[in-house]
């Protein structure tokens, strides 16, 4: 494998007591699209500083390019921080605040138009260069921001909830936005977000941080269907949970029958577990026979209608939340569901995953 851009090694930042990042080992490739996500206080602004090198780490290393930078100063890096609050100069025209870190590197003017205009172009605000950031829309002001951080060509992009002020609508039209960039200019991007579904839509390897330290990093794919640990698996998307015991080498559920899971090695009998299983992975049917059957059943408390699939919740004896499952509008259609209803609930064991309780 080649160098990566930036490698992590047991990076540390403690204020007093406070873990802010305890630990972290991370590689990140040049070029890869990279989502850092978790709760508020999980450290993952602390972490974007020190990485733009707005703090030193009281612990590890930092290396870019095989080289420790833990002590380089931030506008000695190759690095730009685009900040929370998109924090451009009121007073200049978009186009200045554009041209903004060429000026301060004394860039030749020349091409300093030349560049402005050509960023102009990319972040399509050329038509709009010489308004104030109060004269543009929030979505707009996001872009200046961006451009102002891509125009110094940095081979890092560090950005912290890019798109955290703007509306659902125009979120998912930057979340394209963004990627296209990445992908036009070849950097590397760092993306800091609380909004699980946006780390997966736009990141090529997400990592989950909780109190400072790394829970899990992997692709977008595998985040979400095989979690590595209980927390993880809430933290993503919707989860069922259904708690059960182990006994004679099979888990038996809430309703003392078994229940049907892929049963991880080294689980000893009597331990307590649950069985986790997405929405979208549960089947639906009418009750076949008397209710002496083998599969579990539910009732309907609500259905609910998404557009493009249909959210059911079930009442049933697995666990004592009701469970989520998720149908397609082609499966809604084949079943009648009401208010009430007793539906039969099946399942793949593959489509489990047990964690202890
Ligand atoms: N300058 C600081 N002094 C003391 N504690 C801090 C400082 N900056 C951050 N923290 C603490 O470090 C933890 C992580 O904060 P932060 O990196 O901002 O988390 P996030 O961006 O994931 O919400 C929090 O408990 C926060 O209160
Ligand atoms: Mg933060």
């Not at 940095?154 to 979120?171: F, H, Q, S, W």
């Not at 090529?204 to 979690?227: F, M």
């Amino acid at each position: 494998m080649t160098q990566p851009l930036l490698s992590l090694r047991n990076v540390q930042k403690h204020f007093g007591t406070v873990r802010a990042v305890d630990g972290l080992n991370l590689d990140i490739q040049e070029n890869e699209f990279f989502a850092l996500l978790g709760a508020s206080g999980s450290g993952k602004t602390t972490l974007l500083r020190m990485l733009a090198g707005f703090e030193v780490p009281t612990g590890g290393e930092i290396l870019l390019d095989g080289k420790d930078v833990s002590n380089v100063p931030p506008n000695r890096r190759p690095v730009n921080l685009m900040f929370q609050s998109y924090a451009l100069f009121p007073h200049m025209t978009i186009a200045q605040n554009v041209a903004y870190g060429l000026e301060m590197e004394k860039c030749p003017k020349a091409e300093i138009k030349t560049r402005v205009g050509e960023m102009l172009e990319i972040i399509q605000l050329s038509h709009l260069a010489g308004r104030k950031p109060d004269q543009l829309s929030g979505g707009q002001r996001q872009r200046v921001a961006l451009g102002r951080a891509l125009i110094k060509r940095p081979r890092l992009l560090l950005l912290d909830e890019p798109l955290g002020a703007l509306d659902k609508k125009l979120r998912g039209d930057m979340q394209l936005e963004l990627k296209r960039l990445q992908h036009e200019f070849g950097i590397t991007f760092i993306i800091v977000t609380h909004d699980q579904e946006e780390a997966l839509v736009m990141a090529d390897r997400v990592a989950i941080l909780k109190d400072g330290t790394l829970l899990q990093c992997a692709s977008p794919h595998d985040i979400y269907e095989r979690p590595n640990s209980r927390y993880a698996a809430d933290f993503i998307g919707v989860m069922n949970f259904m708690p059960a015991k182990v006994s004679n080498g099979r888990l038996l559920g809430a309703h003392g029958k078994p229940v049907t899971a892929q049963i991880p090695e080294g689980l000893h009998e009597g331990a307590d577990v649950v069985v986790a299983i997405r929405p979208e992975r549960l089947k639906v049917s009418a009750p076949q026979g008397d209710a002496a059957g083998s599969l579990p059943r539910g009732r309907v408390l609500a259905t609910a209608y998404h557009g493009l699939d249909l959210q059911l919740h079930l009442e049933t004896e697995l666990c004592a939340d009701p469970i989520t499952v998720r149908l397609t509008a082609q499966e809604a259609d084949q079943i009648a569901l009401s208010q009430g209803d007793q539906l039969e609930l099946g399942w793949d064991a593959k489509d489990t995953r047990v964690f202890a309780a």
